[in-house]
């Protein structure tokens, strides 16, 4: 028989399978995860970098939202957009395994 293999790390984030969003139940673990995760998001102020406030304004403010210098990020309109987007959204990701509380969570995909 082969070896068996050691555990991963402690605090490696395990490779997951995403799921098409629009083939979820309503009460599927998923979904209740980010709702838990965006409701815990928007009791923080806008100024902490896990807000819910502060993540939607990484990629642009609204008129009449204010600004703070760690807002409107995005590199919409040039070729920085997908390696800047990708990073963005690994880390949202773990922004709500955070504020969800489960680790297994990946996003959905739409």
């Known amino acids: 028989p082969p070896p068996k ?27 209740k995860a980010y ?3 965006v409701a815990a998001m928007k009791k923080l102020p806008a100024t902490d970098p896990l807000s819910w406030t502060f993540q939607a ?3 642009g403010v609204p008129t009449n ?9 995005c590199m919409h309109g040039n070729w920085w957009f997908l390696p800047w987007h990708r990073g963005y959204l690994y880390f949202f990701e773990r922004i709500v395994r955070k504020m969800s509380g489960d ?5 959905p995909y739409w």
Request: charged letters at 20%.
């Open 5 to 31: 293999s050691d555990p991963p790390p402690t605090g490696l984030i395990v490779p997951g399978i995403r799921q098409n969003v629009a083939d979820l139940a309503d009460d599927h673990p998923v979904l």
């Open 35 to 37: 709702r838990k995760a």
């Open 57 to 59: 304004n990484m990629h």
């Open 65 to 73: 939202g204010g600004w703070q210098a760690d807002w409107a990020w």
């Open 103 to 107: 680790d297994s969570f990946r996003l």
